[in-house]
């Protein structure tokens, strides 16, 4: 029997981390067409309304039923706009790791909402999944990024050589890709120790 994560419901003082649902289309289609979230990921460029459809009714869903992880919406607690996507990929059941992956919407960055989620969901994933290891990797010139890793308590583990592909713009306004070396952040339960416990509960 294949493991898997519950359906969940995160909340914090100013988020929800929520399954998506169908009215997210929109924004999801705005925020994965948006420059950094193309240059940063491996998203299709441009991103479609029926590939925000499918990711939502069939690719996220099963990523957590196949027990690979899980995928959350991250939408602001008191006008419920979708801000950003918290992902866990990757998983390794019998270790009990796995991998945090995030994308911010252009209209919500610089109000500290990456790593309010990903310390939200670290929190949920070590105290109440019991898992031992949460990973995040960060392209080389994806600053933004590796301050969020070093905001939360991640640990700097090192260098993975030449290991990922980023994308950026040609002078035709196309995109090519360019390869990177990533680095690994580590974060354990004993980093989280004197954080503020989360208010999570079953979806």
Not at 28 to 35: H, I, R, S, V
Not at 117 to 145: C, H, M, P, Y
Not at 148 to 177: F, H, M, P, Y
């Amino acid at each position: 029997m294949t493991s898997t994560f519950p359906d969940i419901t995160i909340s914090t003082d100013r988020l929800v981390l929520r399954p998506y649902e169908e009215a997210d289309i929109p924004e999801l289609t705005a925020m994965m067409n948006d420059e950094l979230t193309a240059a940063w990921t491996s998203v299709p460029a441009p991103y479609t309304t029926l590939e925000a459809r499918d990711w939502i009714h069939r690719r996220a869903p099963l990523e957590r039923t196949g027990g690979q992880g899980i995928v959350l919406a991250v939408t602001e607690y008191l006008t419920h706009r979708l801000v950003g996507s918290i992902s866990l990929m990757h998983t390794n059941w019998r270790t009990l790791a796995t991998e945090v992956g995030y994308v911010v919407a252009p209209w919500a960055r610089g109000e500290g909402y990456a790593a309010e989620s990903v310390l939200a969901i670290a929190q949920w994933l070590f105290r109440d999944q019991k898992f031992e290891r949460l990973e995040l990797r960060t392209a080389a010139g994806n600053t933004a990024s590796q301050q969020v890793a070093q905001k939360i308590g991640c640990v700097s583990e090192g260098v993975l050589r030449n290991a990922s592909i980023v994308r950026s713009r040609t002078e035709d306004g196309g995109w090519t890709d360019i390869r990177t070396d990533l680095i690994v952040w580590g974060l354990l339960p004993e980093d989280l120790e004197d954080a503020p416990e989360p208010d999570y509960r079953a979806g």
